[in-house]
């Protein structure tokens, strides 16, 4: 079955520092990956996607992610975090069998000032 | 283009009663997907609507319900509500089905059960 892992619920990085939140995911077909941004009391905003093509992929508000098949990992970066950065991210996988997608736990991203 | 609409944006109901929540999609997006966020059990597919069909369902008791109307709009609906039913409920749409497209969300409602 697919799944998708976050490591960490919390990850706290200073202001201006590099962000990098991890998801691992398990697919037995070529995926597609999402990354998600939920601000408190608001829904899901999609930062950026993997489908097919270039492993790097460059979203929005200077985030990115890397798809590296041979370590079946998604990881989101940004260089420097903002405060405005502060919110849960969520990597997703879309399902094979009904292209559902299917979800991390979520990471909580606290910035220090 | 205005984004994905829920209604209510929160509501609070009683232990067995129901409840039907509404969702307006993207204008010309065609499939509606639900899902449960919860602190507990995190984010959840409940069921996706297309050309007014079920397509899709995932694994929640048949107290959860839902229809697709011809202007794609979507309901969902529980019945006999329990305390465990407190979520937010988010919807999703997107431009038709299939795996290449991503889905835009709602805000949500919050559903509190008391």
């Known amino acids: 079955a697919q799944s998708v892992t976050q490591l960490g619920s919390h990850v706290s990085v200073s202001e201006g520092a590099l962000v990098l939140l991890r998801c691992n995911y398990s697919?037995?077909?070529?995926?597609?990956l999402f990354w998600y941004v939920q601000y408190p009391n608001q829904g899901l905003q999609l930062l950026l996607k993997?489908?097919?093509?270039a492993t790097l992929v460059k979203g929005i508000n200077g985030f990115e992610a890397e798809f590296k098949k041979s370590e079946t990992s998604f990881h989101l970066t940004k260089p420097s975090a903002h405060m405005s950065d502060a919110a849960e991210y969520f990597c997703?996988?879309?399902?094979?069998?009904?292209?559902?997608?299917?979800w991390g736990a979520g990471t909580k991203l606290i910035i220090k000032p | 283009k205005a984004g994905v609409t829920q209604t209510p944006r929160y509501l609070i109901k009683t232990r067995g009663q129901q409840v039907t929540l509404s969702c307006s999609p993207i204008?010309?997006?065609?499939?509606v997907s639900w899902y449960q966020q919860t602190p507990g059990q995190g984010l959840q597919f409940l069921f996706e609507y297309f050309s007014e069909t079920q397509r899709n369902k995932g694994n929640f008791p048949g107290r959860f319900s839902g229809r697709q109307f011809s202007n794609s709009r979507s309901e969902m609906n529980v019945s006999t509500l329990e305390l465990g039913d407190s979520a937010l409920y988010l919807c999703?749409?997107?431009?038709?089905?299939?795996?290449?497209?991503?889905?835009?969300f709602g805000p949500g409602t919050r559903l509190t059960v008391t």
């Open positions: 999703a749409s997107s431009p038709t089905i299939g795996a290449n497209y991503e889905q835009y």
């Open positions: 204008s010309g997006h065609r499939s």
């Open positions: 697919s037995s077909v070529p995926p597609y």
């Open positions: 997703a996988v879309r399902a094979d069998s009904n292209y559902q997608l299917i």
């Open positions: 993997y489908t097919t093509g």
